[in-house]
């Protein structure tokens, strides 16, 4: 066998890859008609290449059958939410009436705020972590305001310890117990998308359990990158985007977890609309709102039928290959890019994804030292596809249904210029 730093061992990977069959079902970006190296499917994931055919049967659906199509196309649009219930309840490990499809993350975000954080008496505050996402730190900053309250005191952010970039677990933990008589909500992404570091939702969740604390997850940069079990570890809701890993087109469809416990909740306040009343009764129009047990209850508007056909093509290629399997290749993928940045040994570059396969997905963020914006032009310009944050990051995210480990072995080279 050749030396893992080689070309030759990166298509020895390749050749042997059990996933190697699903990049032909993607479109791969193309610049001067060379294909690009693309390792930004944590920000937008690439088009699978079944996704017009999808569209293209409610686009002729409707052509034919107008009105008619919301219970008569070959996917009736007035169920077709449902369509995706088997899939996404697999993905976040979610009993089937915990989980919808539906509306935009950020809105979702702020419909389970409603239910959920409930401050009273001394519990008002949310923790979070440093560096949250603008839009979570926003929604969070503005329900707290809808209660009368102050967010400069609301919110805590765990930090992480100085010289260091990300989060310890027993420092979350610490803070849960040091605060767990002011805590209303624990509000968390599943994976930061600056650091690309996974949290130990499992950990967290046991102690918001012992103290009667809501845990509320963003899984934006979890979804179909890493293994999840919202029901087992009792969370109690969570949102997330399809965009991203799970490939279903720009602004695609979001969707909602809530827990089992809360199914029959109904004193939550939630805002309402239609598609959350009763599936039953929803058209003799009823006066008075009685919303669907479950996360279904949470549903405003009927479905926006033509984005969901692009997340129906996308899903049924993670049906079709299986977490696990795509969970298997993305450490093998990223952990392999570790090992070769590790190896030509780049004085300028520092990882700052935790190492401990427990604690990442498919993304590194690639801090750097000296001339940052200048390596990220030149990245650019060989053909790589990546991003950069501000002040000094290179996020990178081989996705382990269209990457390949030539590519990543292609990316450590120019990276770091050997
Ligand atoms: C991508 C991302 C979002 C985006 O929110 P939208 O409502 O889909 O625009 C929000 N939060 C996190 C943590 C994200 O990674």
Aim: overall charge positive.
């Amino acid at each position: 066998m050749e030396p893992f730093y080689t070309r030759r061992y990166a298509r020895a990977l390749d050749a042997r890859d059990p996933l190697r069959a699903y990049r032909k079902l993607f479109h791969i970006p193309k610049a001067k008609g060379k294909q690009l190296i693309y390792l930004c499917g944590n920000s937008l994931g690439l088009q699978p290449k079944s996704v017009s055919k999808y569209i293209n049967t409610e686009l002729n659906d409707w052509k034919n059958l107008g009105v008619e199509g919301h219970l008569r196309a070959k996917n009736p649009w007035y169920y077709y939410h449902h369509f995706f219930t088997d899939s996404i309840a697999r993905l976040v490990g979610a009993k089937k009436d915990e989980v919808v499809v539906m509306n935009q993350l950020t809105v979702n975000l702020n419909l389970l705020l409603i239910s959920f954080y409930r401050p009273a008496g001394r519990k008002v505050k949310v923790l979070m972590q440093a560096h949250e996402f603008p839009s979570d730190y926003y929604a969070v900053e503005q329900q707290i305001k809808f209660h009368g309250l102050n967010p400069n005191e609301c919110i805590v952010e765990v930090q992480p310890r100085p010289g260091e970039f990300t989060l310890r677990t027993e420092d979350i933990i610490r803070k849960i117990d040091e605060l767990h008589e002011e805590l209303a909500l624990v509000m968390f992404s599943a994976v930061n998308y600056y650091t690309g570091q996974l949290f130990e939702i499992q950990k967290i969740s046991e102690a918001c359990c012992r103290y009667g604390i809501v845990l509320g997850l963003d899984l934006a940069h979890a979804i179909g990158n890493v293994p999840l079990k919202l029901h087992d570890w009792n969370v109690d809701f969570a949102t997330w985007c399809s965009y991203k890993y799970l490939n279903s087109g720009p602004g695609g469809v979001s969707g909602i977890f809530v827990n089992r416990y809360h199914a029959k909740n109904f004193d939550l306040p939630r805002l309402a609309g239609w598609w959350g009343n009763d599936e039953k009764t929803r058209f003799t129009m009823p006066k008075h709102f009685v919303p669907q047990p479950g996360a279904a209850g949470w549903q405003l508007s009927n479905a926006p039928v033509l984005s969901m056909a692009a997340h129906r093509a996308a899903l049924d290629i993670f049906d079709r290959a299986g977490m696990k399997a795509i969970r298997e290749k993305s450490l093998r993928l990223t952990g392999y890019l570790r090992r070769l940045i590790e190896h030509l040994n780049p004085q300028h570059l520092q990882i700052i994804t935790p190492p401990n396969p427990q604690e990442h997905g498919a993304q590194l963020s690639i801090r750097t030292l000296r001339n940052g914006k200048a390596l990220f032009k030149k990245i650019t310009q060989a053909g790589v596809v990546a991003d950069w944050r501000e002040p000094d990051v290179i996020r990178v995210a081989p996705a382990p249904l269209y990457n390949t480990y030539e590519e990543v072995w292609r990316f450590a080279q120019i990276l770091c210029g050997a």
